[in-house]
């Protein structure tokens, strides 16, 4: 079977919807990459050093990053040559499949972008990233989709520091239908989780998701605040935090790395919720983040609506990046 066809039947068991959300949201990026990597393709009748030349600067330009693209042009060349394709067409195939396998690596495609919700207890969910990234906006899309699937959710307003930040929780806590937890402007963030922890415990609640201060002076600060949280948490749930999630925006490209780099180093961020991905034709740096940081994608932002955010699946990005060439390639073994 060919890896398109596999492919397809992987996306076939997502609902229509993602696979709709994932196409609509990945138009900006599939228009740039995909455009260039057809004139590519028509551009060269044999597969030669020129060739992978083109295709490697066609995939920096979409934010791959260089260390991925280094990786993935070596893995297309030995695949290339193993199974000695000569035809340029025969190659789309091979970038979606090294695609995916670059993303997943040794890990265990079911388990890696899913969230870490207990089955009994309280998840707590520590949401992290800087100012302006739509953290947030994410807290209230999270709360709202998981209140959808039947749980219990608690916000707690740990940003205490930027302006409006408490009112603005506030507000998505009205659109999620959900618990807000919160202090005064300027109280001690900690605090706050505390507060949240036992508010959501004692209202039985499945979930506490915990915003965090996003513009702090400099990393040691951000590093001594999060350290702070952490400890609180730790000390009420010790397997807690369940997860720490970084937001990061996708149209900052190659900066949003660095966040995360930082980030990493302050704290254990165990997956990223990528923001403005409808936004971008760079949507590689999904790749670089995965594969340069070692942490998954777990959700993506692929709109403005409280339904847009998106538990993130290689093979519906992939897909979504592919899915009109697997189309007509189908059409024409017809």
């Known amino acids: 079977m060919s890896f398109f066809k596999k492919l397809k039947d992987k996306v076939s068991k ?6 709709d959300k994932f196409k609509d949201g990945l138009t900006k990026t599939r228009d740039s990459f995909t455009t260039k ?28 990053g260089v260390e991925t693209v280094m990786e993935l042009i070596e893995e297309l060349e030995m695949e290339v040559k193993r199974r000695n394709i000569q035809d340029t067409e025969e190659v789309k195939e091979v970038i979606s ?15 890696v972008e899913a969230l870490n919700i207990q089955k009994d207890g309280l998840s707590v969910i520590l949401i ?26 608690v916000l707690a307003a740990g940003d205490t520091f930027r302006a409006g930040a408490i009112d603005q929780l506030d507000v ?18 900690a605090a706050v989780i505390y507060d949240g922890i036992q508010a959501a415990r004692s209202r039985g609640a499945d979930v506490l998701l915990c915003d965090t201060a996003g513009r702090l002076q400099n990393k040691v600060n951000l590093m001594k605040e999060l350290s702070k949280v952490r400890k ?35 704290t254990d961020v165990s997956g990223i919720v990528l923001t403005k991905l409808d936004g971008t034709a760079r949507g590689g740096i999904v790749l670089a983040i995965r594969n340069e940081m070692n942490i998954p ?38």
């Not at 997502?14 to 696979?19: G, I, R, V």
């Not at 499949?97 to 388990?111: A, H, M, N, Q, R």
């Not at 990234?133 to 209140?147: E, H, M, R, S």
């Open 14 to 19: 997502q609902t229509d919807q993602a696979t």
């Open 37 to 64: 990597v057809n004139d590519l393709i028509a551009k060269y009748r044999k597969v030669d050093e020129e060739f992978f030349e083109e295709l490697e600067e066609i995939l920096i330009s979409a934010d791959v």
């Open 97 to 111: 499949e090294k695609l995916v396998e670059i993303y997943y690596g040794e890990d265990d495609e079911e388990t």
């Open 128 to 153: 992290v990233g800087v100012n302006g990234v739509g953290k947030t906006t994410t807290i209230g899309k999270l709360a709202y989709q998981l209140k959808q699937e039947g749980k219990n959710v």
């Open 172 to 189: 998505w806590g009205e659109r999620a239908g959900v618990d807000v937890i919160k202090h005064n402007e300027g109280s001690d963030p």
């Open 232 to 266: 609180v948490i730790e000390r009420e749930i010790p397997e807690a935090p369940h997860e720490t999630l970084l937001v990061l925006d996708a149209t900052t490209g190659q900066n949003a790395i660095s966040q995360a780099k930082t980030f990493k180093e302050a």
């Open 297 to 334: 994608v777990k959700y993506v932002g692929l709109g403005e609506q409280i339904t847009d955010l998106q538990p993130f699946n290689a093979h519906q990005f992939v897909y979504g990046l592919f899915g009109d060439l697997m189309t007509r390639v189908e059409q024409e073994e017809k």
